[in-house]
Structures are given as C-alpha cells and as structure tokens.
C-alpha cells in the first residue's frame, strides 16, 4: 500500500508495523528519518548486534539480503535488515529477471519475524513493473517524490511547527519564519538545526534566539531583516544589511539575493495591484505565512505602484548582468549598492 509520509509516521508511533518498505524518491529526509526510526527503535539495544542488519546496496546483493532475510532472529522474536543506498543494489540497477523473480518469491514468501527495509534515495521503481507491483500487494511503499509528500515553501512553517510538535516542544512564530526565511526548503537541513536546538535546550520554548544560536545567523543581518528592512523602505537598516551580505558572499551569493529581491517585489506587485490589506487574504493569494503577509501590509503602504513596476525592471536587469549577459564593469557589492538606492530613489 502506499502511505505518505505523515501516515507512516504515525502508523510507527502506533506500533503499527508492516514486513517490508519501500522508502523511494528524491526527497531524502522523508526515507532518512523513518529509516532512521527502525534503527533506533525497532530492536532493543541489547538484540541489536545479532539481529539488526545494515547493507549498502553497492557493497551488496540480493542474494545476500534474502539469506538472511530468511534467517531467524537470536535471542528475540523479531530482526531488522535495512538496504541504505538501495538505488545501487544489483536488483534494482538492471532488468536481471532471475534477481527480480529471487526478490518476488521473498515478497510473497516473507519471513514473518524479519522487518525488511529497503532505502531508495533519489530513484524510483517504474509502478507499471512486477517488481513495484509486488511491493504493492504487501508492503508499506512511500514515494517521497509525490505531490502528496511535497512541501512547499509557503508550507515549511507548518512543517517546523508540526515537527517541533512530534519533539513535544513549542516554538514561537517568529522563530519559525526566522528558521524557514533562513534555511529555505531544505528539509533534512531544517531537520538538523532542529534536532541541534532540541538538544541544546533545557526548557520546551524554543525563542527566535534559540534559532540565532543554533544556525549561526547575525541577529541583525539576516534574509528575515533584509525584507523588512525592504517592506519598512528602511534605506539605513538595508544598506548596512547589504554591506554585511557583500562582506559575505559565500554564504549570502548575489544570485541568491537577486531571487529574493525579485520574490518579494513580485508578490508586492499582486498584493498591490489586487488592493489587499488582510494579511490573512495576502497569505492565500501569493501562499506565504500570514506572519510574513504582514510585511506586504507595511510594503504595500510604503511603494507605489509604478515604483514596484520599476524595481521589478532594475532586479532583472541585474540579474542579467550578475550573469554576464550584459558586461559591466563593477564588483557585485556595488551592484548591490546601486540596486538599493534604486529601489529607495526609483531612480
């Protein structure tokens, strides 16, 4: 059966295991983190070293992997074998059907005291194959790829949240847009900064300098202030933010700055131009968090029209250059610097 992620999570919590999985697709942190679960907590610690298995699928075959699958488990009821780097395992890299039929035969014949994971990062098993098929009738199949899995930008505040809420912490608004605003979509790397703060913390309320600490983000300088200073037409507060950021380029690219200029006058446009004030309504339209639809509020109060027309023009503009499609002259922090007075002059 196939089960998104949220569902095998709570079928674990449950208790509610199957014999087999198919953890597949690109997203990596959704088959880490439940691989990640059995590791930990499906065998005890002290019926580990006799009955938990890691293969990697380069360093191993399928051959291998069914023996002992078909093994029984010492000194306990149950055993664990987890395939990581499934992709390179030889069943799942070539048409071989004699290995196909090995796997199939062992889907259809389970050992009913060995839990069976197979770990696909980045791949996925063709749905119209026997293969995949067989996986269907009886085991647990997550396709990490699917528009049911995917999180959205606008929906990774709500993942913080959710994930903060498993950890039994809580975590204020503000640190959750601080955290999403800083990290972008990267799950497993939200995942980690998370887990850094939760073992750091001696208490359940996680604060925005909770966050600070925990990725290493100036308190000052960051991608959050950067648009309110851009939101507030703040021509001082940006100005130093940019000069931090030029200072910085490793970590704060003028590609990436470029993009979220131009996300954030984009949005403006709309919310502008369709007269909108509630930022629940701004939060819909152009699918951000209604804490950060606030600073449309304040944007859309502080620029006209025909301004944000015009800075949407200069942000192309620089992009073009940025990538050598017009030849200028000039180091990236001074078209930085020229880009802000732009857009605090409209000149």
């Not at 699917?146 to 990774?156: A, L, M, R, T």
């Not at 449309?296 to 940025?322: G, P, Q, R, T």
Request: aromatic content about 10%.
């Amino acid at each position: 059966m196939i089960k998104t992620y949220n569902q095998i999570i709570q079928n674990l919590k449950e208790e509610n295991f199957t014999k087999i999985y198919l953890l597949m697709g690109e997203e990596a942190f959704f088959i880490n983190k439940i691989s990640n679960f059995f590791e930990k907590n499906f065998i005890s610690e002290e019926h580990r070293g006799f009955n938990l298995e890691i293969h990697y699928g380069r360093d191993s075959n399928i051959e291998t992997i069914i023996n002992s699958a078909k093994s029984f488990p010492m000194m306990s009821d149950k055993k664990l074998i987890i395939v990581k780097e499934g992709k390179d395992l030889d069943v799942f890299k070539s048409s071989n059907n004699s290995k196909i039929d090995l796997l199939i035969n062992y889907i259809n014949n389970i050992n009913s005291t060995t839990t069976l994971i197979f770990c696909l990062n980045n791949k996925s098993l063709d749905k119209r194959s026997k293969l995949f098929k067989a996986f269907l009738e009886v085991s647990t199949v997550l396709d990490s790829s699917s528009k049911e899995n995917k999180v959205y930008d606008n929906q990774i505040p709500n993942f913080i949240s959710n994930e903060v809420k498993r950890n039994k912490f809580n975590i204020r608004e503000e640190a959750t847009i601080l955290l999403s605003e800083s990290i972008g979509n990267n799950l497993e790397k939200i995942d980690n900064a998370l887990h850094k703060i939760f073992t750091n913390k001696d208490d359940k309320d996680i604060k925005t300098e909770d966050v600070i600490k925990s990725i290493g983000i100036n308190r000052e300088y960051n991608l959050f202030e950067f648009q309110d200073s851009l939101a507030e037409k703040n021509s001082l507060k940006c100005g130093k933010i940019v000069n931090y950021f030029s200072s910085n380029e490793k970590k704060f690219p003028i590609q990436q700055l470029i993009v979220y200029m131009f996300n954030f006058f984009s949005r403006l446009l709309v919310v502008k131009t369709k007269k909108l004030s509630d930022p629940n309504n701004i939060s819909s339209l152009i699918s951000v968090h209604p804490y950060v639809a606030r600073s449309y509020v304040k944007a859309s109060n502080n620029y006209k029209l025909n301004e944000i027309v015009n800075i949407i023009n200069a942000i192309k503009n620089l992009d073009l250059i940025s990538k050598g499609i017009k030849q200028i002259k000039s180091g990236n922090k001074n078209l930085m610097g020229e880009m802000i007075f732009k857009i605090f002059y409209n000149k």
